[in-house]
């Protein structure tokens, strides 16, 4: 079965940047979508930002600008960078993939909670003033 490994969350503070890691192992998806998560406490989880195994990417509006999705296929590696951090983007973080590509690039703009067969355990990020 598919495992995915969240690490890199942290503290920081305001305007300051961290990057996400997500460790994949246990599948071969020829063709995948892959995405970022994230659930503050008292609200819904919400998409931050996927990319396809074209390499194509999408993000959430409240992210675009800020941060970048990024996977490295040698390492099995999904990453997100994220930049200009702000209070707002304090969260625990998911990632999560699933073995086809159709629909993928809408997942951030989509108001249904998205299907994804996998995910990891979450890695909490703390952005404070």
């Known amino acids: 079965a598919a495992q995915l490994v969240e690490s890199g969350g942290g503290s920081v503070q305001t305007g300051g940047s961290l990057t996400l890691s997500c460790r994949a192992s246990?599948?071969?998806?020829?063709?995948?979508?892959m995405g970022w998560f994230r659930q503050a406490p008292g609200k819904e989880r919400e998409a931050v930002a996927v990319?396809?195994?074209?390499?194509?990417?999408n993000y959430a509006h409240s992210v675009q600008g800020r941060f970048a999705i990024s996977a490295d296929n040698a390492k099995n590696t999904l990453y997100l960078q994220m930049n200009n951090l702000k209070s707002e983007d304090t969260a625990m973080y998911y990632c999560?993939?699933?073995?086809?590509?159709?629909?993928?690039?809408?997942?951030?703009?989509?108001?249904?909670?998205?299907?994804?067969?996998?995910w990891g355990q979450g890695t909490q990020v703390t952005v404070s003033s």
């Open positions: 999560a993939t699933r073995n086809y590509v159709a629909g993928c690039l809408v997942v951030p703009d989509s108001p249904t909670p998205p299907l994804f067969g996998y």
């Open positions: 246990g599948y071969d998806f020829r063709r995948y979508c």
């Open positions: 990319i396809d195994s074209d390499g194509k990417t």
